[in-house]
Every structure is written in C-alpha cells, then in structure tokens.
C-alpha cells in the first residue's frame, strides 16, 4: 500500500498544457507532385573505413537488459498536446557507413546516430491512402546522405543532415490510377537518382533538380536493387527473433541488429555478445487509466510472452515515461472507456450510424427531431466507425481513415478534422474531461479538449 501511494505521488505532476487550436472542417488532399525548383546537394556524411560485412558470430546467450518502452522526442502530430512512444516497430537500416540508424515504426521514420544512440530527428508520417505504413521499407543512398521510405503507394525520401523531406511521390496521382503501386526501388551509383519500378515502367526521381519523370528510359542496371542491410548467417541472440542483419557502425564495430515478435529491436555487438541498445514500442494498450488529476496516464497491455499485464505510465503534459512494471494495479487508476452508447450521458442527444454511408444522425430525445446528418466518405457496409461522446455531452468525436473528426452535439456541425497518424478505436478521457487519449499504431496521442 505504502509503495502504490508512493508511486501515485510520484506521478502526480503539474500539467501544463496547449488548447487544441483552430477549427477546420474541410477535409484537404495531398499536393500533386509538380516541378519543383532546384535544391542544395545535402553535406555527405564522412566516409567510414570499413564497409558492411557478412558476420558469422558465435551462439549468443547474453540476456539484453530490461528493454523500456522508446520515448518519442519528435514533432507533435496536428494539435496534439503529446505523444506516448514512438509506436509499433515495422523496420530498420544500418546507413551505408554505420554512422546512422534508419527505424520506422508505426508513426513514422526517425533516425538515431549509433554512437550515442540519440534521435537525430523523426517525422511523423501519414500515408494518405492505406493509413499505414505496415508494409514499408527504407533505402538508403549510397553515399548515406539520403534515405527513402517506400510503401505501396508513396515513397518519401529525405535529407538525412538536415532532417528535410525532400520528396513525397504518390503513385496513385502520379499515374492517375487508382491501381498504381510501386515496386522495388533502388540508388545509382553517385546517389544522385531514386528508381521506382511500377508495372512495366520505370520511375526515376532527381535528386539534382527535385523533379519526377514517370516514365524514364534510364538503364535499370544503373541501380541498385538489393537491400541496404546483409542477411545475418550466425546464431540468433534469441530464439524467436524473426529479423536478423549484420553492419559494420562507423567504430569498426560489428553488430547484430534483431527485431523481435514482441516490437523490441537490439543492436549487439558481435563480438563481445553484449546488446548495445534496444528500441521497444510502447505495449498495445487495452486498458487505459489515469491518475485522480490527469496528470499521468497508465497504458496496461497482456504480454503474449509472460502473460502478465505490463504497464507504463506516463506524464500527459510532456510524454516522459515515469514507470513501467508488471505489477502495478489498473485499479489504482481512473478507467474512462470511450462512451458508444446511442443516448449522450446527459440524455438529451441521440445517435444513429449508417454504416453502409458512414453517416452519423443526431436526434433531439425531447422533440424527436433530427438535429443534423452527419457524413463522412462513402465506404463499404460493415465497416465500424468507433465514436465517443465527450462527458459533458457538449462533442461528438469519431475516428475514420486515421483521422479524428469532432461535432457539436448541439448544433451538429462538424467543427474540427484533425488529421492523424492512423487513429484508431481506443479512445479514453481524462476525469475531467479536459484531455482525449487515442491509440495510434501502438502509440497514444493525448489531445487537449476544446472548451
């Protein structure tokens, strides 16, 4: 008992935090992609004396120390307040040199620089079409200056010293077809120009000029196809892991990268089988709770390994993670589970959902009049449109195709369409009603209610 209050005390912090902003209800559409002007040539990242290797290591037994949910140190999404972790682990790649670490999780890309493992920067990143980014994969250029990030229908490349997106291309607009996906991608030699393959085409961008040509008669053979990291030959430092390199880092050092069922990706080194450091995604949360004040929430997830209820709790107004254990009580935490019921929690509100239309009605419970429809984008029927009333009945929120839509409950309007990094069902309050949690690809958004 001694030691659950000690911990609450801990957690309870002073939140200090920033209204949600401007009110936009028109829903906007990714840019084409057009000419654009010419760019500076970004500073390439020194040359390192060693080159990747194909490492055969001893069997590892070597236990990596108790793995902490990563913190997430990059720009807010829209109007977000904070984000908890960097989200679910998809991939990874050593740079050419092993000067940096290329990790993209569920919320985006963020480079981290392997001698001191630091962020260097990270983007969140939002695929306008499929809301994921499950299936992608990162390229780097030769020369380690540039690193592309390609799923089936975007690849966006970046300037790795200063952080800049340099190009986003969309297959979908730049082939007018819905069914345009790209293929494999790939680097010439001096790094100057991306590949693309798409059906029998070949698309090419310049790094040069910053300019796409959808339907290059380049030489494929000038490209490199093959991917950036080597296929690890030795003993896997762990049973179960699913996904092994090996790299060279920038020291001469010879490392293992393992990425695991559970999210967790290790760096060890080779040679002396110590992990070096491991990036772990925050649990998936299935319970959230949170503290009497709102000043920290608790994100409790079943392990699948140890079948016990990991916990993390964090600080809403900055995102730091405060503690993370399997032994705390979600009792000892305010549960506030989205409200789904038809009838708003003061009873005068009432909601119907077509889901065939995706379309939300408002109803009057005392005069049984429709107050306003409420649309969203055509869809399919059976899709599920999680939504919640706020606890003062004043908002209706709902999350569609990643986004977070928000309505007046007494007028209908739609007055907020925050796009998001593929929001999904879970939605939780604080007690008071002033701060919305929303899961995201294995991460938690914290949004500050309007008043």
């Known amino acids: 008992m001694h030691a659950r209050k000690a911990l609450i005390s801990m957690i309870m912090v002073i939140v200090m935090v920033a209204g949600l902003g401007g009110c936009q209800a028109e829903t906007s559409s990714p840019p084409t992609i057009t000419t654009a002007p010419t760019i500076s040539t970004p500073t390439p990242v020194p040359e390192a004396t060693t080159s990747l290797i194909n490492t055969v290591a001893p069997t590892l037994t070597a236990t990596p120390p108790m793995l902490l949910p990563t913190t997430y140190d990059g720009p807010l999404p829209d109007r977000a307040q904070a984000v908890l972790g960097i989200g679910g682990i998809r991939g990874y790649a050593l740079s050419p040199h092993g000067v940096y670490l290329a990790l993209q999780s569920g919320l985006g890309l963020g480079i981290y620089n392997t001698d001191t493992f630091e962020q260097r920067w990270f983007h969140v990143i939002y695929d306008t079409n499929s809301r994921t980014l499950f299936d992608s994969t990162v390229r ?13 229908l975007e690849v966006t490349i970046f300037d790795i010293v200063s952080g800049e997106q340099l190009a986003r291309l969309n297959s979908i607009e730049i082939f007018t077809s819905p069914y345009a996906t790209w293929g494999k991608i790939g680097w010439s030699a001096d790094s100057s120009i ?158 119907d959902i077509s889901y065939c239309e995706l379309a939300l009605t408002l109803t009057d419970t005392n005069t049984n009049k429709v107050i306003q429809r409420m649309s969203l984008d055509d869809c399919c029927e059976g899709f599920c449109l999680p939504y919640s009333w706020s606890p003062d009945s004043r908002l209706l929120f709902a999350t569609w195709d990643g986004n977070l839509y928000v309505w007046s409950a007494v007028t209908g309007q739609l007055i907020d369409r925050v796009e998001g990094p593929g929001y999904g069902e879970l939605l939780s309050f604080s007690p008071d009603g002033s701060l919305l949690a929303i899961e995201a690809h294995g991460s938690v958004v914290l949004w500050k209610i309007p008043r």
Do not use: C
């Open 194 to 351: 991306l590949g693309m393959e798409i059906a029998t085409y070949l698309a090419t961008w310049d790094a040069r000029t910053n300019r796409i040509d959808p339907d290059s008669r380049v030489d494929q053979s000038l490209f490199k196809w093959l991917p950036d990291g080597v296929e690890f030959q030795g003993t896997s430092p762990s049973s179960d892991a699913y996904l092994l390199e090996s790299g060279v880092l920038a020291n001469g050092v010879n490392v293992i990268m393992e990425l695991r069922p559970d999210g967790s990706l290790t760096m060890w080194d080779a040679n002396s089988n110590k992990p070096l450091h491991s990036w772990v995604q925050t649990p998936y949360s299935e319970i959230i709770g949170w503290s009497a004040d709102g000043a920290a929430i608790a994100l409790f997830s079943e392990s699948s390994e140890t079948n016990k209820v990991e916990s993390s709790v964090w600080n809403t107004a900055t995102g730091a993670l405060l503690n993370y254990s399997s032994d705390l009580n979600p009792e000892s935490f305010i549960s506030t589970a989205a409200n789904q019921d038809d009838t708003s929690p003061d009873g005068s509100r009432n909601v």
């Open 140 to 152: 780097w250029s030769p020369d380690g200056s540039k690193v592309a990030l390609q799923n089936p």
